[in-house]
């Protein structure tokens, strides 16, 4: 049977767009879906550290287009359209996206994870009124005001680092007893003095009028207000692949199961970056993700062969 593409990416963060790549350069029919935005959540990192070839690390933001053309001079194809359903197609498969059906013999699952809300009142109410998910952009909005960023992982204690340089001070309000991020950043977020850290602590409410004013908090059973300009909220990341629902099970957080080289249980399909159980949660494993996925499914283009 006939297919429109070899092969379909779903998603174009750092992991599909490695994928995609990988896949064009092996000569396979390329199509990838990136969505309204291309990059995903790098797209809002000030600085990938630790990604090689980039000693002082790289803005996301920079990155992700680099890597989109080096897919589209490979012969790779876009679409700013995202994946809405998934279906069995003869010895293929079948996309439903906004613009309408396509078909391919295999797929890559790159859709990645979106940022958890803390599901607390006044956080929908003042989203995009103090309530952000990008320091980089509001950042310069707060110069000489205070931040507050909730969560302690590697997201929140960048965000922090990249706040300091704007805020007066910025608070970063941690669940957990300690910081959970790498110890890199966790050195830089303790040496930086404009930088507080309030560990074992959660929010209740975000208060404020026309913009939020403060915070709720609670630590040690007691309830306090904190003063703040901007909250960013950066508490974990919840995967994005519900479209899989009725063919593929996923784990209790949502992500999807893979073998070694990034497999599912599906004929011809794989998951790469943070969509999948297991992943690292850094743009140099996604990307390597990214290309394990690619030769799995050159490899089952070429030979048919599919783990049972």
Not at 3 to 20: K, M, R, S, W, Y
Not at 59 to 71: F, H, N, S
Not at 105 to 128: C, D, M, S, Y
Not at 129 to 135: F, M
Request: aromatic fraction near 4%; proline fraction near 3%.
């Amino acid at each position: 049977m006939s297919h429109d593409f070899d092969v379909i990416v779903a998603g174009a963060g750092i992991a599909g767009l490695t994928a995609a790549l990988t896949t064009a350069r092996l000569g396979r029919k390329t199509m990838v879906l990136s969505g309204d935005v291309l990059g995903g959540q790098l797209m809002s990192i000030e600085k990938v550290d630790g990604y090689p070839g980039f000693p002082e690390g790289v803005p996301g933001y920079d990155l992700c287009p680099i890597a989109q053309e080096q897919a589209m001079n490979a012969g790779a194809e876009f679409s700013q359209t995202n994946i809405e359903s998934l279906n069995a197609d003869g010895d293929g498969w079948k996309v439903t996206t906004g613009e309408g059906d396509m078909t391919a013999r295999a797929i890559i699952i790159a859709t990645g994870a979106a940022l958890k809300h803390l599901n607390v009142p006044g956080e929908e109410k003042f989203t995009g009124k103090g309530v952000s998910h990008c320091a980089t952009c509001d950042g310069p909005l707060l110069r000489n005001k205070v931040a507050a960023v909730i969560g302690g992982g590697d997201s929140a204690l960048q965000e922090a680092l990249t706040l300091a340089q704007f805020a007066a001070k910025t608070i970063v309000i941690n669940k957990a007893p300690e910081l959970t991020g790498q110890q890199a950043y966790r050195q830089l977020v303790e040496e930086n003095a404009k930088i507080e850290v309030r560990n074992g602590s959660t929010v209740q409410e975000i208060l404020g009028d026309a913009a939020v004013s403060s915070l709720r908090v609670l630590n040690g059973g007691a309830a306090s207000d904190v003063e703040v300009n901007g909250v960013f909220v950066y508490i974990g990341l919840q995967p994005e692949a519900a479209f899989l629902d009725g063919h593929l099970s996923r784990d209790s957080t949502g992500a999807v199961p893979t073998d070694g080289a990034m497999r599912t249980s599906l004929k011809g399909i794989c998951a790469a970056g943070m969509v999948r159980v297991g992943a690292a949660g850094r743009a140099a494993a996604s990307a390597g993700d990214g290309t394990a996925a690619a030769i799995s499914v050159d490899r089952y283009l070429a030979d048919g062969v599919w783990p049972v």
